[in-house]
């Protein structure tokens, strides 16, 4: 329990304290890159209590929850691409900042997997 709640502070201040200050540096997309990162943030910790809750349970569980995470991921990336063509707004920052939030926030939660037993 104190490893899944260390995990989930160590994401709330990565997505806080790191990607979201550092996402008020992109000026022309206005407040949209603050909201993908805080978005971002939220389903990561929920992608990250669910996967710990599942790891004591069984493989089937954990894996269905990583697969379903991914694909959530995926579909949230070609939501925001087809948000942004809509209103042609431009698509690199936005994107960029989705797939890095994801990447770094994929990385914060890795060392929390391996202690746990």
Partial sequence: RAIKIKGLIALAGATGLLLLPASFMARPTGGMIPGIIVAVGLQSMAAFWALMWALPKSNS?????????????????????????????????????????YLVLSFVQIPFFCKVR
Avoid: E, H, K
């Fill in 61 to 101: 569980a954990f894996f269905s929850i990583f697969v379903g995470d991914a694909l959530l991921r995926l579909t949230g990336l070609g939501l925001a691409t087809g948000w942004l063509w809509a209103r042609q707004l431009p698509f690199t920052a936005p994107l960029l900042t989705l797939a890095f939030a």
